[in-house]
């Protein structure tokens, strides 16, 4: 009987592969597809382009999401607090990876305490939605949220990570009414995320009906958790039943669409292969909310703040010129018509 390992080696173990190995999804997230119609007299001045926005409360200076990645290790505290620093000087979103490790070990809380170096900003908390299945429930979130003083919680769903996974917990039957009961007992919002594979239109609506606040598509095109799984299978079998899922999901464009169809009000977050601020320009013109990356502020994390900084202002940057060059003066503007698909021109 293979040994399965616990929560803090696994968590050790997905910083490393991530760092070190190709993990990329064989699906492109779709934004290739799309291209920004140029204004060679856009009628703005590029220092007064406005990319800010409010979301739950909070103002945020560019729609720049940290995405969810880690904690739980002394590793992950390091560049938690990086990031954490990061966001704060730069009054952008981020998440923390799933704290299920720090409820069941509260003596790793501290890898996800971040509040001591970023007291402003707009900042999640996150579970697994399945642990609402093996035990978990309101009183656990409330746990997660009051943590790391958070303003939002996650539930993050990763059904084909946790089947490919060497004794995942593979039980999301009945999963949308415990969702349900936790977004009308918790005190904060909560945000429905994939962590790599995408959103259908009839899985955004269930979420709705459930009281999701948002929705982080997390579409295929970037990180492959599968893949990320198959670097740390323990045999042969769960190494090629993991690999088998490389291309599988929806992508980040095409997640877009389905949850701005089937939820026109929903606030959505885009990750899933973002690699750049003009990335998270088209999605926002397609009907996201914030863009979110995580690989890329990884790397940059292991170096240092000073890292991720230089890196965040590069990314609101390339949103501000495309804005500009595009003529929209403000987020909402990207939304008016900017973009074109290259495949419907054909």
Known sequence: MTKVAPIDQRKSDHIKINLEQDVRSAITTGLENYRFIHKALPELDLNRIDTTLSLFGKKLHSPILISSMTGGTSAAETINLRLAEAAQECRITMGVGSQRAAIEHPEQASTFQIRRVAPDILLFANLGAVQLNYGYGVEQCRKAVDMIQADALILHLNPLQEAVQDAGDTNFAGLAQKIEVICKKLEVPVIAKEVGWGISERTAKLLAD?????????GAGGTSWSQ?????????????LAA????????????????????????????GGIKDGLDIAKCIALGATLGGMAGQFLKAAAISTDNVVEMTKLTRKQIEVAMFATGAGTLEGLRDGTLINTQEVK
């Open 210 to 218: 459930c009281g999701i606040s948002a929705i982080d598509v997390a």
């Open 228 to 240: 990320v799984e198959m670097h740390r299978a323990p045999d042969e079998f769960t190494r090629q």
């Open 244 to 271: 088998t899922f490389v291309g599988w999901g929806i992508s980040t464009a095409e997640s877009i669409l389905n949850v701005a169809k089937a939820t026109p009000n929903m606030p959505i977050f885009a990750s």
